[in-house]
């Protein structure tokens, strides 16, 4: 194996080389038999960095800080002439024989059995499975070791268009395996870019909406990158910034971040996106509806044109459309599932009619059947912070073992909550909509929705934090008359997915309606909790689980 400008003649095994620094390559580059090409490029030209702030700042990665408009104020304007800029490698995809040797009527099958829609030009055929996909041998060993038997149907289609070099959107519900359908592709791409030198930033930057989700995806890419020896750090709020700063400097080739944090190290000079070449924008939707958007367009404009950027969501809402149309170049796009807003129909979605005062009872007579099986466990979601807190107090108090999560809560706490949760420890969490996506515990048996959201899209990925990975689940919502004008939408959901629907639920649908304030357990108050509050209360003696 050759190191620096040298490349292996390993024919399965991409990248295994050590890093060497300034214009060599990676070595264990690419082997004939699966026809991928390396990057041919051995420096950067001249960029226009970034005007130094005074240091990093304090803005938080998930919600508060995020928020804030002025961020990225000291970003420099870009120009960028294309002519001038370093050529990289990003088309890798050779397709299989199989593949290949499929009929048109094969393809349209497939993808009509998976309900697969897929628009723009040229789009790959899908591959149904894992050795058709191409990906070098250890990566291919690394997830059949994962026990997945075959590609979920996001990956089937999506694989060969991320590793075609082509920007992607990609539409699917929450659990369907997105992650891994641009985190492979990545590691590929890295591999047959030139290695970072000093002062150089990321190759591959993923922009996450919260802090959850953006260590759930440098978990997957530690996990698969290792044979490659791919460095990567996760960039978010609510930590100290010192060993971010170290990492950053260290040089990583994947660098995953909410946007706000980014922004503060960019601003301060800390990393500088000049290498970024393949783009990720995971949950997009969810970025968008948390107030994001002017932070991501800022990032965006520090990033090269010619890049490859993948778009994924759950949802198409026109924001989403608008912000593809803007920074996405003649894409190709897979929509996973109906093209309405749907549920997974692997979940039975109970919905009950109820009044603000009925609601806590009903959750205990829920809770006490839920329980009975040891192996349950439940994620219930309020709307506020301080209806969360109120709750779990309530129930430990009442003897069930209750942990809370919401933005309020330091990250350490949060980080425990969601091990305690995770481990079963304490097999029923209380969150506000900070957790209803992001947060990857694939054994959730029940979603409790104690609080509606505040939209239907809401209400699509909070409960989709049940039926995970091939699983069934059971979400159940308490619906009061302060919810009707969301009846319509609700009714529509539970129509696609076959599910019943009580009678006075259609009855609202049918005369819509509204209403004011929520009642004891619904209001809007705002809260701080700690571990001396809502997770801090003793469990009763009456202990219920």
Request: charged share 25%; proline share 4%; glycine share 14%.
């Given at each position: 194996?050759?190191?620096?400008?040298?490349?292996?003649?390993?024919?399965?095994?991409?990248?295994?080389?050590?890093?060497?620094g300034?214009?060599?390559?990676?070595?264990?580059?690419?082997?004939?038999?699966?026809?991928?090409?390396?990057?041919n490029?051995?420096?950067?030209?001249?960029?226009?960095?970034?005007?130094?702030?005074?240091?990093?700042?304090?803005?938080?990665?998930?919600?508060?800080?995020?928020?804030?408009?002025?961020?990225?104020?000291?970003?420099?304007?870009?120009?960028?002439?294309?002519?001038?800029?370093?050529?990289?490698?990003?088309?890798?995809?050779?397709?299989?024989?199989?593949?290949?040797?499929?009929?048109?009527?094969?393809?349209?099958?497939?993808?009509?059995?998976?309900?697969?829609?897929?628009?723009?030009?040229?789009?790959?055929?899908?591959?149904?499975?894992?050795?058709?996909?191409?990906?070098?041998?250890?990566?291919i060993?690394?997830?059949?070791?994962?026990?997945?038997?075959?590609p979920?149907?996001?990956?089937?289609?999506?694989?060969?268009?991320?590793?075609?070099?082509?920007?992607?959107?990609?539409?699917?519900?929450?659990?369907?395996?997105?992650?891994?359908?641009?985190?492979?592709?990545?590691i590929?791409?890295?591999?047959?870019?030139?290695?970072?030198?000093?002062?150089?930033?990321?190759?591959?930057?993923?922009?996450?909406?919260?802090?959850?989700?953006?260590?759930?995806?440098?978990?997957?890419?530690?996990?698969?990158?290792?044979?490659?020896?791919?460095?990567?750090?996760?960039?978010?709020?609510?930590?100290?910034?010192?060993?971010?700063?170290?990492?950053?400097?260290?040089?990583?080739?994947?660098?995953?971040?909410?946007?706000?944090?980014?922004?503060?190290?960019?601003?301060?000079?800390?990393?500088?996106?000049?290498?970024?070449?393949?783009?990720?924008?995971?949950?997009?939707?969810?970025?968008?509806?948390?107030?994001?958007?002017?932070?991501?367009?800022?990032?965006?404009?520090?990033?090269?044109?010619?890049?490859?950027?993948?778009?994924?969501?759950?949802?198409?809402?026109?924001?989403?459309?608008?912000?593809?149309?803007?920074?996405?170049?003649?894409?190709?796009?897979?929509?996973?599932?109906?093209?309405?807003?749907?549920?997974?129909?692997?979940?039975?979605?109970?919905?009950?009619?109820?009044?603000?005062f009925?609601?806590?009872?009903?959750?205990?007579?829920?809770?006490?059947?839920?329980?009975?099986?040891?192996?349950?466990?439940?994620?219930?979601?309020?709307?506020?912070?301080?209806?969360?807190?109120?709750?779990?107090?309530?129930?430990?108090?009442?003897?069930?073992?209750?942990?809370?999560?919401?933005?309020?809560?330091?990250?350490?706490?949060?980080?425990?909550?969601?091990?305690?949760?995770?481990?079963?420890?304490?097999?029923?969490?209380?969150?506000?909509?900070?957790?209803?996506?992001?947060?990857?515990?694939?054994?959730?048996?029940?979603?409790?929705?104690?609080?509606?959201?505040?939209?239907s899209?809401?209400?699509?990925?909070?409960?989709?934090?049940?039926?995970?990975?091939?699983?069934?689940?059971?979400?159940?919502?308490?619906?009061?008359?302060?919810?009707?004008?969301?009846?319509?939408?609700?009714?529509?959901?539970?129509?696609e997915?076959?599910?019943?629907?009580?009678?006075r639920?259609?009855?609202?649908?049918?005369?819509?309606?509204?209403?004011?304030?929520?009642?004891?357990?619904?209001?809007?108050?705002?809260?701080?909790?700690?571990f001396t509050?809502?997770?801090?209360?003793?469990?009763?003696?009456?202990?219920?689980?």
């Open positions: 194996m050759s190191y620096g400008g040298g490349y292996s003649s390993s024919r399965d095994h991409y990248g295994g080389g050590h890093h060497s300034g214009s060599g390559y990676r070595s264990g580059g690419y082997g004939g038999s699966n026809g991928y090409s390396h990057g490029s051995n420096g950067y030209g001249s960029y226009g960095g970034n005007s130094h702030g005074s240091g990093v700042g304090s803005h938080g990665g998930g919600h508060h800080g995020d928020r804030m408009s002025n961020l990225g104020s000291g970003l420099k304007q870009q120009e960028w002439d294309l002519n001038a800029l370093p050529k990289f490698e990003k088309h890798f995809y050779k397709e299989h024989p199989n593949v290949t040797n499929r009929s048109a009527q094969d393809v349209e099958a497939f993808r009509k059995e998976h309900e697969m829609t897929v628009y723009g030009k040229n789009v790959p055929r899908p591959v149904e499975t894992f050795d058709e996909a191409g990906f070098p041998q250890y990566v060993s690394e997830v059949k070791a994962q026990g997945f038997a075959k979920t149907p996001i990956q089937s289609q999506g694989w060969p268009m991320a590793l075609s070099g082509r920007d992607v959107v990609g539409i699917a519900e929450t659990g369907s395996g997105k992650t891994l359908t641009y985190c492979l592709p990545a590929v791409h890295i591999n047959a870019q030139p290695l970072l030198g000093p002062g150089d930033g990321p190759i591959v930057l993923v922009l996450a909406p919260t802090r959850e989700l953006a260590v759930q995806i440098q978990a997957e890419i530690t996990k698969f990158g290792k044979s490659s020896r791919i460095r990567n750090t996760c960039v978010y709020g609510g930590v100290p910034r010192g060993p971010q700063i170290r990492d950053l400097s260290r040089g990583v080739e994947v660098c995953i971040a909410t946007p706000g944090r980014l922004i503060d190290m960019l601003e301060a000079g800390k990393t500088n996106l000049r290498r970024v070449t393949y783009l990720v924008l995971d949950e997009a939707d969810r970025m968008l509806d948390m107030g994001f958007e002017p932070q991501i367009r800022k990032i965006i404009g520090q990033i090269r044109p010619d890049r490859q950027t993948c778009m994924w969501s759950a949802t198409w809402p026109k924001e989403v459309r608008q912000l593809a149309h803007d920074f996405l170049h003649d894409y190709i796009q897979v929509y996973i599932g109906s093209q309405d807003l749907s549920a997974n129909h692997r979940i039975t979605q109970i919905v009950e009619i109820v009044s603000d009925e609601k806590r009872d009903r959750m205990i007579n829920h809770l006490e059947r839920i329980m009975d099986d040891k192996k349950s466990k439940i994620l219930i979601f309020t709307g506020t912070k301080r209806v969360a807190d109120d709750i779990t107090r309530f129930l430990r108090q009442d003897g069930w073992p209750a942990l809370s999560i919401h933005g309020d809560k330091q990250q350490n706490e949060r980080d425990w909550v969601l091990n305690e949760f995770k481990t079963g420890k304490s097999p029923i969490m209380v969150a506000t909509d900070v957790a209803s996506r992001g947060i990857d515990v694939r054994d959730i048996t029940h979603v409790l929705n104690y609080d509606y959201p505040n939209n899209e809401d209400y699509v990925h909070r409960i989709g934090r049940t039926g995970r990975a091939g699983a069934k689940g059971t979400a159940i919502t308490l619906f009061t008359t302060d919810n009707a004008k969301q009846a319509r939408d609700l009714v529509n959901i539970l129509t997915s076959k599910q019943q629907i009580d009678p639920l259609a009855e609202m649908a049918r005369f819509g309606g509204g209403g004011g304030g929520g009642g004891r357990w619904g209001g809007r108050g705002r809260g701080r909790g700690g509050a809502s997770n801090a209360a003793p469990l009763g003696h009456n202990r219920r689980w």
